[in-house]
């Protein structure tokens, strides 16, 4: 066969021309009889296939010479399998063709792992050789030895040869079979043996045994079982460490840095370790100052790696003296992309913490990464994007030093365009983000520049969702400018651009165009600037009512939700457009439970008006599809429809009367209040609000929820909850079920804590809002009930909570707690306690006469009010405890009556005119009585054993007065 190759570039050499004794050569290699022959055709071929790839390709196609060589292989002499197996390694020398031709060979794999267990060393060692040169970067070969039984452990075993040659050429050869090679990687690094072996070796004297060892080490540990093995070798990384510095070798010096950074990359527990060899990061430091590129670059990447993900590496490797400025000065060697790629790379992680933004800012990193963004490298261009992008997050120096260098948001804009190359898409869109975020100057430099609308929204059409993402977060940022920075409906105005995308987007366009007019809209400034964008809302209508894709429904009515939320102006406009609400009620039917809970949460936001609830309430499907969401939403479908619910029964009669008649409303309503976990706090506290408000001022609807047979047992119950929101709910819930009804009251109060518990929250200051409720639920249950009203007067803190109810400062609160005096004024089994009250509060005399006035057939009580009366008079409204001692025993004294006079001038200032009025024994005795309650309601506890014996004493009087 006459074969052609390309011995020079151009030119073209028959193979026959090339070696013209090829053929005598094969049939030497053949020829049994003559060993010696036989060795000098295979040391002609060695020679041959040295001289480069067109003589590897004329020996290695010829149709026997690797069959020969095999055949030479599998003889029992050694000198011929050595040399047979140097020409082998010599052929197929980073030649693909004729690595594939040997690969092909049935027995090649075979013979030569069997001449690994020679015992002749330079045997072995040629035929690791052959394995190494075969397999490298051809994965049919790695596989095919690794494929072989005993292979890995044969290598491993010759790791630990005595013969130094065999030990580099077994972890060569392990190198080369798992280059690049993801499986036998994983395979090697699990086979017993070979790390530990290598490790070993990593330490030898013989420096080619000790690198061969440690390029291995480095191969493996870029799989991250292997990187979690090797770490746990307590040994290693000190050693490599120590190679950083002692070894005079710089490939030995390189590759120790290679391992490092190679055991680094995305594992915490490696790069703590590391970093916390007291002398890795100087040593590491060091090598950046090497004559050599290459050390050089891999110190960079290592310290790179050390710092990537991890607050802890980031903030003591930039703890180091030198080590940000020393990164700084490699940005700017020219000629060494690699160095600097690797030097930014380490710089944008180190960016990751607070106070290496500002070393490396004020090491003027800046400009070079800044003039970095127009590298003809790709990744220096990426690495130099994400470095300026990391430095600007939360960083306003930052943000206003780089939007100030010349030209740097220009060619960030630029970089958005970068064609087919998506990552540094990504990073320049994120680095306009972090420049623009909180920033005007900045925000108004991008938005100046007639590229960057169109390159962004540009990147919105890429079917790359985490682009997309940072580009709606870039456009949310640049909506931030303040009102005279935009003007809606220019080409240059963010929101303008997005309005645009909703007409004429792909449908990943539209959806994150959507995504960002949402995230916009929840800002109160920007909810007005959409909503008057020329056809803003017109757009979202339409995509919501036309598109049957869920993610798009989904992000159009969050959209609307947050349109609406506080805006009359937009809420205006979306229930006023035709097909606003039947398009949102679909979605409320028909959506996914996403698209569901977006309906619900947009159509509660409608309801900003008695208008808009009349409108809405009037919607024959709206209702029975919120009552359906109760029941089968999601959690946050389930909270959202209880609160559309309750804003749409908020004093609005027709709409109450609607939800209550709805066969489930209520039932779903109180099913809510059971929500057993602490995250459906908010489900538990809108269904609450929505029961409330339906009870509001309508006795039949008082009286259906009133029915159901857990209602007031689960609003009693969220008396009880943490949550300060919910308690309030439940408690004007409470409160409004037993507004002027009879029957709620007597039924509510029938609860045995209701009133115990709401004269607690009555108490709780601190919470203006839950007091307001529980007193006004309170002020209700009474109001014409005389066992709750008991019950109250009996609860041994209710003088104390009303008197702290009565001296609020909250009208509300003042307000319930003199409708609860007014309603224990008709029951003559309460005065004493509105007695104590009295004189316990701020009331004023005026006051007093409606309370006189609905007690006058009280006569017996008529003493102790003129006394609190006259108590009322005085500059300070508290009582001493001197003051009580002297009037009773004023009337102890006096054990058959006593002197109305003489107890008021002991209790009054002595200005005070005097009454000459005798106290009967039974008047006596009705003071003494409520003088016990005055002190029993006092936060101070006080003595009563005397006060107790004058009743006593008084009792006794009576009972042989009467005898």
């Known amino acids: 066969m006459n074969f052609k190759v390309a011995s020079t570039p151009g030119q073209n050499t028959?193979?026959?021309?090339?070696?013209?004794?090829?053929?005598?050569?094969?049939?030497?290699?053949?020829?049994?009889?003559?060993?010696?022959?036989?060795?000098?055709?295979?040391?002609?071929?060695?020679?041959?296939?040295?001289?480069?790839?067109?003589?590897?390709?004329?020996?290695?196609?010829?149709?026997?010479v690797i069959k020969d060589l095999v055949e030479l292989l599998k003889s029992d002499n050694p000198g011929l399998q050595n040399i047979a197996a140097q020409a082998l390694s010599n052929m197929a020398w980073k030649n693909y063709d004729i690595q594939t031709a040997i690969g092909t060979h049935k027995e090649v794999f075979q013979t030569l792992v069997k001449l690994l267990r020679s015992d002749n060393p330079k045997v072995k060692a040629e035929a690791t050789y052959a394995i190494c040169y075969t397999a490298v970067d051809h994965r049919f070969n790695q596989n095919a030895f690794v494929n072989q039984t005993t292979v890995i452990s044969e290598l491993a075993t010759l790791l630990l040869d005595p013969d130094s040659n065999c030990k580099t050429a077994a972890a060569k050869a392990l190198d080369a079979l798992a280059w690049d090679n993801g499986v036998t990687r994983k395979d090697l690094g699990k086979a017993p043996g070979i790390i530990p072996n290598l490790i070993q070796n990593a330490k030898h004297t013989d420096l080619s045994v000790q690198a061969a060892a440690i390029y291995m080490l480095a191969n493996l540990a870029t799989d991250p079982a292997n990187q979690t093995t090797i770490g746990e070798n307590k040994e290693l990384i000190p050693a490599l460490v120590q190679l950083l510095h002692r070894s005079t070798c710089p490939e030995i010096q390189q590759v120790a840095a290679i391992t490092l950074g190679n055991l680094a990359k995305c594992n915490t527990k490696n790069?703590?370790?590391?970093?916390?060899?007291?002398?890795?990061?100087?040593?590491?430091?060091?090598?950046?100052?090497?004559?050599?590129?290459?050390?050089?670059?891999?110190?960079?990447?290592?310290?790179?790696?050390?710092?990537?993900?991890?607050?802890?590496?980031?903030?003591?490797?930039?703890?180091?003296?030198?080590?940000?400025?020393?990164?700084?000065?490699?940005?700017?060697?020219?000629?060494?992309?690699?160095?600097?790629?690797?030097a930014a790379t380490a710089l944008a992680n180190l960016a990751c913490v607070p106070e290496n933004q500002n070393k490396i800012r004020e090491a003027g990193a800046i400009p070079p990464l800044v003039k970095l963004l127009l590298s003809d490298d790709n990744v220096v261009r990426a690495e130099a994007t994400r470095a300026l992008a990391n430095l600007a997050a939360d960083n306003p120096t930052n943000q206003n030093q780089i939007g100030q260098q010349t030209d740097a948001i220009l060619y960030l804009i630029d970089l958005l365009r970068s064609p087919n190359d998506s990552v540094i898409q990504k990073l320049a869109a994120l680095a306009l983000r972090n420049l623009a975020a909180d920033n005007h100057a900045n925000q108004a430099a991008i938005i100046a520049d007639t590229n960057a609308l169109p390159n962004l929204v540009a990147l919105l059409q890429i079917d790359n969702p985490e682009i997309q993402n940072i580009v709606v977060d870039t456009l949310v940022k640049l909506g931030c400018l303040p009102t005279d920075k935009g003007q809606s409906g220019k080409p240059l105005d963010p929101v303008w651009a997005l309005v645009q995308l909703l007409q004429t987007g792909t449908l990943a366009v539209k959806l994150a165009a959507t995504t960002?007019?949402?995230?916009?809209?929840?800002?109160?400034?920007?909810?007005?600037?959409?909503?008057?964008?020329?056809?803003?809302?017109?757009?979202?209508?339409?995509?919501?009512?036309?598109?049957?894709?869920?993610?798009?429904?989904?992000?159009?009515?969050?959209?609307?939700?947050?349109?609406?939320?506080?805006?009359?102006?937009?809420?205006?406009?979306?229930?006023?457009?035709?097909?606003?609400?039947?398009?949102?009620v679909a979605l409320l039917q028909t959506g996914n439970l996403t698209g569901k809970y977006a309906a619900a949460a947009a159509l509660g936001n409608l309801t900003g008006s008695s208008v808009n609830q009349d409108i809405l309430g009037t919607h024959k499907e709206l209702i029975p599809a919120l009552v359906k969401l109760l029941s089968d939403g999601d959690k946050n479908g389930k909270k959202t429809a209880a609160k559309a619910l309750g804003n749409l029964a908020n004093n609005n009669e027709q709409n109450q009367a609607a939800i209550v008649n709805h066969p489930d409303a209520i039932e779903y309503l109180v099913a809510l209040l059971q929500s057993p976990n602490d995250e459906d706090v908010q489900t538990v506290q809108q269904a609450a609000r929505a029961l409330g408000n339906l009870a509001n001022n309508n006795k039949q609807n008082q009286a259906k929820i009133g029915k159901h047979p857990t209602v007031i047992n689960d609003l009693v119950a969220l008396l009880q909850s943490p949550n300060d929101e919910a308690v309030q709910q439940a408690a004007r819930a409470l409160g409004n079920l037993a507004q002027d009804n009879i029957l709620t009251q007597a039924k509510i109060g029938k609860h045995p804590t209701v009133i115990n518990d709401l004269v607690v929250l009555l108490k709780k200051t601190g919470t203006p809002a839950v007091q307001q409720e529980a007193a006004t639920a309170l002020a209700n249950l009474v109001a014409a009930d005389t066992t709750n009203q008991k019950a109250f007067v009996a609860h041994p803190d209710a003088i104390h909570a009303l008197v702290q109810g009565l001296q609020s400062t909250d009208p509300s609160v003042q307000s319930a707690a003199t409708r609860i005096l007014d309603a224990l004024a008709s029951n003559p089994d309460c005065h004493y306690f509105i007695a104590a009250a009295c004189v316990s509060s701020h009331f004023q005399g005026h006051e007093l006469v409606d309370l006189y006035k609905k007690m006058q057939d009280s006569n017996p009580f008529l003493a102790a009010l003129k006394t609190t009366k006259l108590l009322l008079k005085r500059d300070t409204h508290t009582i001493s405890n001197d003051a009580l001692k002297k009037a009773l025993r004023a009337v102890v004294q006096s054990p058959k009556t006593a002197t109305a006079s003489e107890t008021t001038r002991l209790l009054a200032p002595?200005?005070?005119?005097?009454?000459?009025?005798?106290?009967?024994?039974?008047?006596?005795?009705?003071?003494?009585?409520?003088?016990?309650?005055?002190l029993l309601s006092q936060p101070t506890k006080h003595d009563t054993s005397a006060l107790e014996a004058a009743i006593d004493k008084l009792h006794l009087d009576q009972t042989e007065a009467a005898a």
């Open 14 to 64: 028959p193979l026959a021309e090339l070696i013209p004794n090829l053929a005598h050569l094969v049939s030497q290699l053949r020829d049994k009889t003559h060993p010696k022959q036989q060795g000098e055709a295979a040391e002609n071929l060695v020679s041959l296939a040295a001289k480069g790839s067109v003589y590897q390709t004329a020996i290695g196609l010829h149709p026997t």
């Open 271 to 342: 790069q703590t370790a590391i970093v916390n060899h007291p002398d890795a990061i100087e040593y590491l430091v060091a090598l950046l100052q090497s004559p050599n590129d290459e050390a050089v670059q891999q110190a960079a990447r290592a310290l790179g790696n050390l710092a990537q993900d991890n607050i802890l590496t980031q903030a003591k490797i930039g703890k180091h003296p030198t080590v940000i400025n020393d990164l700084v000065v490699l940005l700017k060697k020219t000629g060494t992309p690699a160095v600097q790629q690797e």
């Open 516 to 584: 960002a007019l949402a995230k916009l809209a929840s800002n109160p400034d920007n909810r007005t600037t959409i909503g008057q964008a020329p056809g803003a809302i017109d757009a979202l209508v339409a995509q919501l009512h036309q598109s049957d894709d869920q993610a798009l429904q989904r992000a159009t009515a969050a959209a609307l939700a947050n349109l609406a939320n506080n805006n009359e102006q937009n809420q205006a406009a979306i229930v006023n457009h035709p097909d606003a609400i039947d398009a949102l």
């Open 910 to 934: 002595p200005e005070d005119p005097t009454q000459d009025q005798k106290m009967s024994q039974e008047e006596a005795l009705t003071f003494l009585k409520f003088t016990k309650l005055y």
